[in-house]
């Protein structure tokens, strides 16, 4: 057992302390040593700490990481401060470093601290990274984040650039501007352009420039006929009307006959030999008393005959000499009605009609046996029901000329593409209509 001293006291031996004179509250160590003639020395030798700076502690001046004592001076002899490195540290020059920051793992200027027994590197502004072996990419290039992207250095030293919203790309890029996306599309040549996504404006697409479309691999001109509406509008005009886009500027159309049909009002009607294809005017020029008839067949062809009461005589007419025999029948005006252009008698008496297209004869007239716009032309059988013959792509079906399907992916809105027996079309699910299901 020994005495405890209080503070600013030291043990000079196991039962007696003795004044320290360091400082208020600073205590010592005291060692006895033997002088001459045997006498006593006592060496007192201050314990400071960091948080005491009074007294003969004042001297210290070790700076951080130190333990520090002060041995009085005797008499005349100066005081002695002693610097010792705390435990974990290592004296580097005049400092004292921890152990390991001694041998300086941060690069490019970084300074070394322990925080947890790790090394955390402070780094200048230029470099990051765990040990400041990294450039500082947000400031070597300010301008790294484009497009009011934000800049930020990660705690490994990468760097990452924060946004605006919809975009995708690492820097905050354009697709078209800065991703190569106008060079791609011009490659694929005159009239492609390049589009930003609304959605991702890192993201691009190539497409037409307004006015144009795709067409395999191509941008061509858009047309009135087939994007402007124009073929729907002129196909419901009626039988035999065709789209034709403007030859000056294809985006506009115009509705015309088809080839071999003329305007009569709001219909297309066929073409024929005497009035359009010159007849009239060679058959007259034969001379005196030469009519010109329509085909049969093909009213587009015509033959010179002789008007009733004279007949051929080599290139001339002649008037008949005998009285031709004539039956009740055709004492009566041949007229098979409004929808006829022509009508003339056989050699049997019996009345040929030369019908409008849409109308075929039926007995003595000229009957309606339309099957819808997409009608090429029709007759009436034996059993006085209309036959047409419809366009191509096209079939009857309950009396209309309707388009065909090939298969179920024809048919819109859930139709089912089902034959009939001789051909296959769209069979619609309530309350759609239409040959693709599409009304």
């Known amino acids: 057992k020994g005495c405890v001293c209080n503070p600013g006291y030291g043990n000079i031996s196991d039962t007696k302390c003795a004044a320290c004179g360091c400082g208020k509250d600073i205590s010592c160590a005291i060692v006895i040593s033997k002088g001459l003639f045997g006498m006593e020395n006592y060496i007192y030798t201050c314990i400071c700490k960091d948080e005491i700076k009074a007294g003969k502690c004042q001297k210290c001046n070790c700076g951080k990481n130190f333990d520090c004592t002060v041995e009085r001076g005797v008499i005349t002899s100066p005081d002695k401060v002693k610097c010792t490195c705390k435990e974990g540290y290592l004296k580097k020059g005049s400092v004292c470093v921890h152990k390991l920051c001694y041998s300086n793992p941060c690069q490019n200027g970084g300074s070394c601290t322990v925080v947890n027994n790790t090394i955390q590197c402070d780094c ?125 500027e294809v985006s506009k159309y115009r509705c015309d006959c088809v080839f071999g049909f003329k305007r009569n009002g709001t219909q297309c009607v066929a073409k024929t030999g005497c009035e359009d294809y010159e007849g009239n005017i060679k058959c007259e020029n034969k001379g ?58 056989n050699e049997k008496g019996a009345k040929l009609c030369n019908c409008f297209p849409g109308y075929a004869q039926l007995g003595d007239l000229c009957s309606d046996c339309h099957c819808g716009k997409n009608t090429a032309s029709c007759f009436f059988d034996r059993n006085e029901r209309n036959i047409c013959i419809c366009r191509d792509g096209f079939s009857q079906r309950n009396g209309t000329c309707s388009k065909i399907c090939r298969s179920s992916a024809d048919c819109l809105n859930g139709g089912k593409c089902s034959s009939d027996g001789h051909e296959s079309f769209c069979k619609c699910i309530s309350p759609y209509t239409g040959d693709r299901c599409e009304i």
């Open 124 to 248: 200048p502004s230029s470099h990051a990274g765990t040990l400041c072996e990294k450039e500082n990419m947000c400031i070597k290039f300010p301008a790294i984040c484009r497009n009011g992207g934000t800049c930020e250095t990660t705690l490994t030293g990468e760097y990452r650039c924060n946004c605006p919203q919809n975009f995708s790309d690492v820097k905050c890029r354009k697709g078209c501007e800065e991703l190569m996306g106008n060079s791609e599309c011009q490659k694929r040549g005159e009239y492609w352009i390049c589009y930003n996504s609304d959605e991702d404006k890192s993201n691009y697409t190539c497409n037409c420039q307004t006015g144009y479309k795709i067409k395999d691999t191509k941008c061509i001109a858009k047309t009135g006929c087939e994007d402007y509406g124009g073929n729907f509008e002129c196909e419901n005009k009626g039988p035999f009307w065709i789209c034709v886009n403007d030859e000056k």
């Open 288 to 345: 005196p008393f030469w009519t010109c008839m329509n085909g049969e067949e093909d009213v587009s062809k015509y033959r010179c005959d002789c008007i009733s009461g004279y007949q051929k005589l080599g290139n001339k007419c002649i008037a008949t000499t005998t009285e031709t025999p004539t039956t009740e029948v055709q004492r009566i005006k041949c007229d098979c009605g409004y929808n006829s252009y022509a009508c003339q008698w």
